[in-house]
């Protein structure tokens, strides 16, 4: 008999159950006994002992309506486990939609029961107005026993030997009322019913099978496209230069697994994963391509439907849970082989695998910054190891560990350094705003600016900080407007007319005068996108169009967006990173960088690479077209290392002035780092209990460097006190410290304390 390491849903532990009927294999999903209940789980790993001091329970059955899982994708998400020590359920919920199961419509319509309160069937009630109570047996002959059971059970009457009339008020009424709704309607989700009537009256209807819930299996989750959209997405059928043609023989003809695609913002390497892509799908492939964000890029998703039509699924953040389960069965069942996503669409299940595809590699999105803390590329790295997969990473500014990896041999390095039919990369200019006297723009940006828009051409600007200011204080008794639940200073939006947090979400109405002293002479400081636009407009009287996360919350606003701009509706986009990543207008031949600074002067040691990818990736927004394209840059900072490199287009120099910086300071990739906060609601005990788990952790520690505990850079948030411990040495000592972590927070848990542990962390 076998016997099953099974994960039970919710309890993230694993369970031995046997399969006395050798029925079940690993990642099938199934139902076992559990402390007296039914419970979900899944079939994770084979027990290599038979032999076992408690009672086994055998596994009761499969699950209905549900898929299994492939053997490596269980290995995957226990690696993701061990790895980024986290509970197997948290993985298990990041990877999969709806626990696997397929998402069910729960729907209300009318049924032919019993109809309480109407006129027709409103005898017994007639009888009753002349009457308290009735004897059982002299109901049953005047009405039938059914009938008065059925009224019984809808509850019109009540008793047992004596039956009365249970005062109906309304009940007729209500359900003549529902009974209209539902006139025009056949079927309304069991929300909205839920919504618009009383639950009681609900129940009573069901009871006596007048309304009836049902479901089904949703099918209907996305709209067909129409025709004419079809059209439109018209695949293009591009004949490779030949410098794509050599990456794509290079990555097709090598038995190698790991590669990386550095290549010039429009040298066309998206053209060549579409080629790689075409070319396992017409040998029975399939592949997954991931991008940073996905809403930001209509033009990406409608190139790749161009090509791949039905056969690709699209999985991005805004997805419901239902048309994610819709996805995942039509790749599943292999109906579709080919996967363009976010982050979480590396666990999207493809068959026969051939390649991950990860385009602009070095972005921040690619690692989650909630539990579970996985980095997609790193997970698709193991991924591809377990399915024979190649992995193609790529980008114009690679981050310093992936080139690091490259020049070691790790990844096969291909670049491409054209752009594709030999267009020009812009042309960089720099402005010292320490000499300037206005602090947004520089007389030479607003010059340039003016000059692009009369030859109605476009601009771009970026400054990477929403809202109006970031720090409001008040000139006469020195308060900051903090928020309540962080420690840290409140922005403020404008246009919404409110304070807001930007860690917790919190917030509050805007005065124009101090919370603390009433005073009115309060000072904004830390100039946002808001601001900016404002004083844009006090200079030109053009179409601007703001794109950061408070504008785009409008419904379809990137489709909107890049069709207006498109459509020269407008002539100046000013916004956020998001305008930096994937977009290509022809017209755009300015860029211009507000400021530089703003991450530069981030206490992270990733914050010159950072700057270098953010501006080097704008910038690679103009000039796209026919036209040439200039930059101007912005900064405080000119005599900078990173803004030189910027300046010389020069990121083999930026490179090395980063993989010195890391090897003298022993940072990534030259060791691994796991960043451990350690909250809690209440200050008490809270720097006593960080101390004790750096003390256990510390004695049995070898060749790392532990740090702390400190208080975190920002003390509070979402009213959690934070307390910070780190720890810094070679892979092979960091992973041997894993097994200790885990277990010491296991030991030392504590409801009133969290412990978060962040592996391989990207923002310090
Ligand atoms: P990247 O992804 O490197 O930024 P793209 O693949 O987006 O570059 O290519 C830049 C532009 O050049 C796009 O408009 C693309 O359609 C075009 N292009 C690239 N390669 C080809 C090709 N082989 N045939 C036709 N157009 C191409
Ligand atoms: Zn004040
Ligand atoms: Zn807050």
């Avoid at 496209?225 to 410098?243: N, Q, T």
């Avoid at 050599?246 to 038995?255: H, Y």
């Avoid at 975190?712 to 979402?718: L, M």
Wanted: proline share 4%; with cysteine.
């Amino acid at each position: 008999m076998r016997y099953f390491g099974v994960y039970v849903d919710d309890t993230n532990d694993f369970y031995t159950y046997s399969d006395p009927e050798d029925s079940y294999k690993v990642g099938d999903r199934v139902m076992v006994p559990f402390r007296g209940r039914w419970k979900s789980a899944l079939v994770v790993y084979e027990e290599s002992s038979k032999e076992f001091n408690f009672k086994v329970l055998p596994i009761a059955r499969k699950m209905e309506n549900h898929i299994s899982l492939t053997e490596s994708m269980v290995k995957l998400l226990r690696w993701i486990q061990d790895y980024y020590l986290c509970p197997f359920g948290q993985v298990l919920g990041a990877a999969i939609p709806g626990n696997l199961k397929v998402e069910y419509i729960h729907e209300y319509r009318l049924g032919s029961g019993f109809i309480p309160g109407t006129p027709e069937e409103g005898e017994i009630q007639e009888y009753f107005t002349k009457k308290l109570e009735v004897g059982r047996p002299t109901l049953y002959k005047r009405f039938g026993k059914e009938a008065v059971k059925e009224a019984l059970e809808a509850g019109i009457l009540e008793g047992k030997s004596k039956i009365k009339l249970i005062p109906q008020e309304d009940v007729g009424e209500r359900y003549r009322r529902i009974a209209a709704y539902f006139k025009e309607r056949e079927r309304v989700g069991k929300s909205v019913v839920e919504k618009h009537f009383e639950k009681g009256v609900i129940e009573k209807l069901l009871k006596a099978g007048r309304l009836v819930l049902e479901k089904t299996v949703r099918e209907d989750v996305r709209e067909s496209d129409g025709e004419a959209e079809k059209e439109a997405y018209a695949p293009r059928g591009a004949v490779l230069s030949p410098e794509q043609e050599e990456v794509r023989r290079s990555i097709e003809e090598s038995d190698k697994r790991y590669f990386l695609i550095k290549g010039v913002t429009g040298s066309g390497k998206t053209e060549v994963y579409l080629r790689l892509i075409k070319d396992a799908l017409a040998e029975g492939g399939g592949a997954i391509f991931l991008v940073p964000e996905i809403s930001i890029t209509p033009q990406m998703i409608n190139r790749f439907k161009g090509e791949f039509r039905d056969n690709i699924a699209i999985l991005h953040s805004k997805l419901t849970p239902a048309e994610r389960a819709k996805e995942w069965l039509a790749l599943h069942r292999g109906e579709k082989k080919v996967v363009l996503g976010v982050r979480s669409a590396i666990f999207a299940p493809v068959e026969n695998l051939k390649y991950i595809i990860i385009d602009e590699e070095h972005e921040g999105t690619y690692k989650q910054d909630t539990n579970p803390r996985y980095s997609a590329k790193y997970v698709g790295i193991k991924k591809a190891e377990l399915e024979g997969a190649k992995v193609v990473l790529g980008s114009a500014t690679p981050s310093i560990e992936t080139y690091f990896l490259a020049k070691q041999g790790v990844f096969q390095l291909l670049e491409m350094n054209n752009r594709y039919k030999g267009a020009k990369l812009p042309k960089l200019k720099l402005v010292d705003m320490k000499t300037e006297e206005n602090q947004f723009f520089s007389k030479e940006m607003l010059k340039d600016i003016s000059t692009t828009l009369r030859k109605d051409e476009q601009i771009m600007l970026l400054l990477n900080r929403k809202g109006y200011s970031t720090y409001i204080q008040c000139h006469d008794c020195g308060h900051v407007e903090e928020c309540p639940h962080c420690s840290i200073s409140m922005n403020y939006y404008m246009q919404s007319g409110i304070y807001k947090c930007n860690y917790c979400g919190y917030t509050k109405r805007y005065e124009p005068r101090c919370s603390s002293c009433g005073s009115k002479n309060i000072e904004h400081s830390g100039k946002g996108t808001e601001k900016v636009e404002e004083e844009i407009r006090s200079y030109f009287d053009t179409g601007i169009i703001r794109v950061d996360s408070e504008t785009s919350r409008e419904k379809n606003f990137y489709e909107r967006m890049y069709r207006e701009f498109l459509e020269k509706k407008y002539n100046i986009m000013l916004g956020t990173q998001i305008i930096s990543k994937g977009l290509h207008f022809p017209d755009v031949t300015m860029v211009g960088v507000i400021s530089a600074d703003t991450i530069l002067n981030f206490p992270d040691f990733r914050s010159g690479e950072k700057t270098y990818q953010l501006v080097s990736q704008v910038a690679g927004r103009a000039g796209r077209g026919e036209k040439e394209g200039e930059v101007l840059i912005q900064t405080y900072q000119p005599e900078s290392y990173v803004i030189r490199r910027i300046m010389e287009g020069n990121y083999e120099g930026l490179y090395e002035d980063e993989i010195e910086n890391r090897r003298l300071m022993n940072y990534p990739p030259f060791s691994r780092i796991i960043n451990i906060i350690i909250s809690s609601q209440s200050e008490e005990d809270l720097e006593g209990y960080a101390t004790e788990f750096f003390k256990r952790i510390g004695s049995s520690a070898q060749g790392v460097e532990i740090y702390g505990p400190m208080q975190a850079p920002i003390y509070r948030i979402k009213g959690r006190y934070r307390y910070q411990l780190f720890i810094k040495g070679s892979r092979k000592a960091v992973g041997a410290i894993k097994p200790v972590l885990r277990d010491t927070a296991q030991e030392m848990k504590e409801n009133k304390f969290r412990i978060t542990i962040d592996v391989d962390p990207i923002n310090l």
